[in-house]
Structures are given as C-alpha cells and as structure tokens.
C-alpha cells in the first residue's frame, strides 16, 4: 500500500548531478547546483561532491550516460554516501534504473523542495497543499517506483498479479488526491472569507526569489516578530500584519518565496496561498542585489508574477543587502568616491528600468528604511484616493 511520504530526519551525505545542456553555460549549472546544495542543507543534508556531464538532452532511462552512472556509483560506495539528488525531474523508471544501479536512495530536485516544504508546514492549509502536491507528484512516478511485487514472465500473457496490484495503487492514490483537493477546497474558501473580511484596507504583499530577507523586511515595517532564517522557503505560510504608517493604515502580507524549477504541481497546490499576491493592491518586490545572480532571479519572480496575473499590478523594487553588496563588490582599497560613482550607476541603472519604483536597503543594518516607508506611503495614499475617490481619509 501506497504510505505518506515523510520527512527526512538526521544528516545524510549526498552528491549532486546536473547536465550541461545546449541551453546552458557550466557557469549557469554551478549555479543550479550552488542553489541546489543549500536546498539540500535546508532539508538536512551535507553535499560532499557534485557531478556534472554535458549531454543534448538527458538520458531516457537513466539520465546520465553509462560511464558517468558508473562513476557516480564508484564514488558512492568509496565514500559512504547516503543519497544522490538530481537538479531536474527524474521519470519514475529512471529513479528506479539509477537507485538499481547506484545502490543508495536517489531524489530529484521536486522530492527536495517537496520535503522541504513538508517539514515546514505549519498551518491545515499548508499541510494539506503540500501532501497534495507530493501524490500528485507521485502518480505518474507510480508504475517506474513500483516494487510490491516483480512482473511474472515478459510479454503476452505476462499480466499478472502485479498489474492488479499496481492499478490498486493509482485507484489509492487517486482517491487520496480527490479527497485532499475537497479539503483544501474548504479551506480556501474559509481564507477566502476572511480576505474578504480585510477588503477596506489596502493591501500590500512582499513577494521575492525565496532567501532574499522578505521576513526580515517583514519584521521590521510590522514591528512584529516573524519567523526568518538563512534557509531557502523559511516562509511557507502567508503571515498578514496590519500596519500604519502616519496614521494610514494597511495590511502588509509576507508570502512564500519563489525559486527557478518549482515543481508544478508545487505552484497548483499553492494557488489559494499566493491569492494574497493576486489580491493585493501593491507588491514589494524584495530582491537580494547582493547574490551573484540576483538579475536572474528578478527574471524568475517576474515570470512567476505574469503566470500568476499579477505583473500589472504597481510595483516597487527593494534592492535589499546593500551592506553585504558592498562588502563583496568592492576592495578596502577602493577610493570612497570611485565607490559612490559606482554605486550611482547601480542605482541609475535600476531606477531607469523601474521608473524611478525602487530603493535599495539592507534591513540587517536597518539602511534606507525610512526612505521606504515613505515610498511605500506615497503608493499607498494613492491606492487609497483611486479606491475612495469621494471618501475623506486620514492620509
């Protein structure tokens, strides 16, 4: 019978794979697999080496080629490992082939960030959008995982008690994810309710590339504590803080952070979570400029906002970690002036692509906070007149 994943416990000691393919430089792929080793530290794991093999596409039956399979199973066993993670999708006879060949637990990056978001749910809604999603992500994976009982024989004739078997458990997982999506059903109308409860006040939601200090930012505008840590997707569940600046009242939403490959079957299960993004009258964009890639992860934030419907919506760009910008871009010896050209040309660059809608802060050491606030005020009020044009505010 077919059992709820669970969360992985304790430390294991994992490799990574990924595959330079013809749309990808081995520049972007140590990225994917940077990004990839601190997923598996947030799930608990320690990276100790990384594979990678320039193919055209991947492997139908076991992603890599032969020679590279038999290398990664030569380092495994060489080194104790535990469990070897994937950075793309892996078909359910290709875990098998790889598990059968390697001889320790194999994952790809959707049962990664699927974990990752089971040890971290907290709310009914968040359980229930992440069991969802780990059957969906299942079903398909169904006949190439099966292992209950070997096929008997080959070819006609050959159905035996296995198929049975095996259609049982797609009937099981089926039900399971019928019965979840009428639960969040429920749910969602519920949070739907209570949404509909807060409509007087505008609504402002930090959105971002997970790990980029939207909690911080957070805490720091709501005067409240809420949850932060250096871990992707340390927010999985929206947290909505009424605040007021000068008298001006909203409600400031922190939502769960976006990542380049989520699962999408991950995206459909949270929907009802990122209505706070849909539903909100501005968004914070909250970017870290400090991250080597941080203009990629602009590109899959804003992706993720048109699929989402919410890329017409205004929005102000906050550059966060300016300090640690600072301290990696430019040397002690550096003259301060040549430091403040450059970073003039920083922020030239950005205010021309956003039409003057962002800022740059760091809200570790509390910089360029007002300067924030106060932009955020101004959207705010006008958000206020286009929504009570005739009403008198306190704005």
């Not at 093999?53 to 080629?65: C, E, H, Y």
């Not at 299960?269 to 968004?283: G, N, P, Q």
């Not at 040397?331 to 040549?338: G, I, P």
């Not at 039409?355 to 705010?380: H, P, T, W």
Request: glycine fraction near 6%.
């Amino acid at each position: 019978m077919i059992e709820k994943k669970q969360a992985y416990t304790g430390v294991e000691t994992a490799v990574l794979v990924g595959l330079i393919q013809q749309e990808h430089t081995p520049e972007q792929v140590t990225e994917y697999l940077d990004e990839l080793a601190f997923l598996a530290e947030t799930a608990g794991a320690t990276t100790i080496k990384r594979f990678t093999q320039r193919l055209p596409r991947p492997d139908s039956k076991t992603f890599v080629g032969k020679g590279k399979l038999e290398e990664i199973k030569d380092y495994c066993r060489g080194k104790n490992v535990t469990l070897v993670i994937f950075d793309d999708e892996l078909t359910g006879s290709q875990l098998l082939n790889i598990e059968k060949e390697v001889g320790v637990k194999i994952i790809d990056r959707s049962d990664l960030i699927l974990d990752i978001f089971a040890a971290r749910a907290r709310t009914a809604q968040a359980k229930v959008q992440v069991e969802l999603a780990q059957y969906q992500y299942l079903l398909p994976r169904l006949k190439g995982m099966w292992t209950h009982l070997e096929r008997q024989g080959g070819g006609i004739g050959s159905r035996g008690p296995g198929e049975t078997e095996i259609e049982t458990d797609r009937r099981i997982v089926k039900d399971k994810i019928s019965l979840l999506r009428k639960r969040l059903g429920e749910i969602d109308k519920q949070a739907f309710t209570q949404r509909k409860e807060r409509g007087e006040f505008i609504r402002v939601a930090l959105v971002g590339y997970t790990n980029v200090g939207k909690s911080t930012i957070m805490t720091l505008l709501s005067k409240s504590d809420v949850f932060a840590e250096n871990k992707l997707f340390a927010t999985l569940d929206t947290t909505t803080r009424k605040v007021v600046f000068e008298n001006t009242p909203f409600l400031l939403s922190d939502t769960v952070g976006f990542i380049r490959k989520l699962p999408h079957h991950l995206v459909e299960s949270f929907k009802s979570t990122l209505d706070e993004v849909r539903e909100a009258d501005i968004l914070l964009h909250v970017i870290d400029v400090s991250h080597p890639q941080y203009e990629e992860q602009i590109g899959v934030v804003n992706k993720t906002l048109q699929e989402l419907k919410a890329f017409d919506k205004p929005i102000l760009s906050v550059f966060n970690k300016m300090d640690m910008y600072i301290e990696r871009t430019f040397d002690d010896w550096l003259e301060d002036h040549v430091k403040q050209e450059l970073l003039q040309d920083l922020k030239d660059k950005w205010n021309h692509a956003t039409e003057n809608n962002c800022v740059f802060v760091s809200a570790v050491e509390k910089m360029n906070i007002d300067e924030l606030k106060e932009m955020m005020l101004e959207r705010i009020r006008t958000q206020y007149k286009i929504r009570y044009p005739y009403k008198t505010m306190l704005y």
